[in-house]
């Protein structure tokens, strides 16, 4: 079991490092968002909805000293928050999102970043997807790819100042 369960994640790791130059331009325009007074707002379903919180600590707690906490809120499970909460420059990332659910962000101008696992999700700018059937794969994929954003976002930052 284990053989199968490590083809699984090569097999997802190397999706991934096929698809760094999305992860790499889903940071380059959050960093933007974030130069113009943008702020993050994350949601997830259903289990999907801790992910969306640890990805919001991410960003307004930065445990590398000297890079700054930059401003995100978690809206847990309720995408319906997006177009009360949300403003133009702010950024919209779902984790797992349902359809539809990122209609309303993109709708207000907002930035849309979609982590997914197969799903499509025509509605974000930015689809970064796991491209894995096993829920736990396509898990440990996001937590490395919201990590992925945060490092590259803080680097487009230095970059820029």
Same mark, same amino acid.
């Given at each position: 079991?284990?053989?199968?369960?490590? %083809?699984?994640?090569?097999?997802?790791?190397?999706?991934?490092?096929?698809?760094?130059?999305?992860?790499?331009?889903?940071?380059?325009?959050?960093? =933007?968002?974030? %130069?113009?007074?943008?702020?993050?707002?994350?949601?997830? %379903?259903?289990?999907?909805?801790?992910?969306?919180?640890?990805?919001?600590?991410?960003?307004?707690?930065?445990?590398?000293?000297?890079?700054?906490?930059?401003?995100?809120?978690?809206?847990?499970?309720?995408?319906?928050?997006?177009?009360?909460? =949300?403003?133009?420059?702010?950024?919209?990332?779902?984790?797992?999102?349902?359809? =539809?659910?990122?209609?309303?962000?993109?709708?207000?101008?907002?930035?849309?970043?979609?982590?997914?696992?197969? #799903? #499509?999700? %025509?509605?974000?700018?930015?689809?970064?997807?796991?491209?894995?059937?096993?829920?736990?794969?396509?898990?440990?994929?996001?937590?490395?790819?919201?990590?992925?954003?945060?490092?590259?976002?803080?680097?487009?930052?230095?970059?820029?100042?």
């Amino acid at each position: 079991m284990s053989q199968v369960l490590d %083809r699984v994640r090569d097999a997802a790791g190397m999706a991934l490092v096929a698809d760094v130059g999305a992860v790499i331009a889903a940071a380059s325009d959050m960093s =933007g968002r974030f %130069r113009s007074g943008g702020r993050l707002l994350a949601f997830g %379903r259903a289990e999907a909805a801790a992910d969306a919180a640890h990805v919001a600590v991410e960003f307004t707690h930065p445990v590398i000293v000297g890079k700054r906490a930059l401003p995100a809120l978690c809206l847990g499970a309720d995408p319906s928050l997006l177009p009360v909460l =949300g403003r133009p420059q702010d950024i919209a990332v779902g984790v797992r999102p349902a359809a =539809g659910d990122l209609a309303a962000a993109r709708a207000l101008g907002m930035l849309t970043v979609a982590l997914t696992a197969n #799903e #499509e999700c %025509r509605e974000a700018d930015h689809v970064l997807s796991a491209r894995s059937e096993d829920p736990l794969v396509a898990r440990e994929i996001h937590i490395t790819v919201y990590h992925l954003l945060w490092e590259l976002v803080h680097v487009f930052q230095e970059a820029a100042a």
